[in-house]
DNA sequence: ACCTGAACACCGTTCAAGT
DNA sequence: ACCTGAACACCGTTCAAGT
């Protein structure tokens, strides 16, 4: 009744759903591969059937967290399209919020949806009325407007003792000389907590939405007028 | 004639100068503490005297690789004071790439440098004519658009035989079918190897100075209308 | 105070071997 | 084709010991 040879248990989807778990679990800093063989199971060496390293794996689930991220067209209104972009990789990467720092800062150049949100980015570029001449320096500003917010809003906080870093800083935030930072020391309610530097919460658990909202149309409306501007 | 005890071959600014060196020889991901001690021709542990863990030393190394990024005041001209601070960040981390993964991922919290950079910002907003319910919104708006770009810009590429990546790149891209990607395909010439996502030279080998020029006008820009807009 | 030295509990990855 | 199994060359960190 059973096969000559066993059908393969493994697969490249269940691992990068492992790894996502593992991730999820642990964190990027502590995720390893052997981890992640040891909860499917298997040799840590079964991995490598399927994935050329650490890096690739880590890529994959890279890739597989930023499958929805492209919206559907808007013919007509790039801002809305826009909009909808920033909000949708925000919402991917808290999903996933220990690949933001992976995403944002080196996995840019592997997924093949990559292609796809280049032409959807040049597209809503060009329906701003964006010059020729101007595409690539306002393509690149919209690439890392996409990956900063996200990158930072979850970034981890120190991973090691983080109870006793987050009282520390909570008393170096107590104690700032009001003569030497007046500004800092008149909105420090504001910004306690809830602002970067400032704060000792992570942004998965407090998320900085306002903020985020912001963001976004401090960008557009910034592209907005550079366009203009760009058309004479 | 030689002390009983011999004063201490270490110093704490001294491993952080190793650690600097290691970091532009070998990059982030290689990065050992071992090697750092013996480059400094000590056990290993001797480091432990100076730092409570590997992330203390790096964190230690972004705060000196940031000493030089808060500009000097510009009393009535917030703009002028934003650009200054956005192109000495920069700089500061093309001098130590590796670390603008670090620095804009996560270690947004330690140097005490930091309250001073806090305070700058503040009062750029407040000279700029950020009413108060808006500032901490466009406080966070600022320190991600700080750290935004340098972070995408000089992200590593892939550590793994890097040529072979390379090509596998440049192939995906010549073999762009413009059927699917037609602004792509047509803009294709401008963004190759210029662009985020369909780069293969990383970025401190080609720096992208005129993306980062309008990046830094789309924000300032944006700010403005923003802070217009918000004043009724 | 400052560093040596040994030891612990891990890693990612390679290669050969099994089925 | 797919996985086991052993082995290699590393890690960061702890603890005790030296001076």
Redesign the pocket.
Known sequence: MTR????????AEHIVEAALAQLAERGLE??????V?RAL?????????????????LAAACAHALRPVVPPPRPGDWQRWLRELFTRYRQAMRRHPHLAQLVGAQMLSNASLDFALVEGILQALAQAGCPDEAIVELYNTVVVALCGFATLELAPLPA?DPEGWAEDLQQRVRDIPAADYPALARHLPRLADRSFILRWTPGDRRPMARSFAAYVEVVIAGLAQRIAQARG
Chains 1, 2 share one sequence.
């Open positions: 000559k040879a066993a059908r393969p248990g493994l697969s502590r995720f390893s591969l052997r981890d063989a199971g298997v040799y840590p060496t079964a991995v490598y059937w399927y994935f050329r390293s650490r890096n690739e794996l090691e």
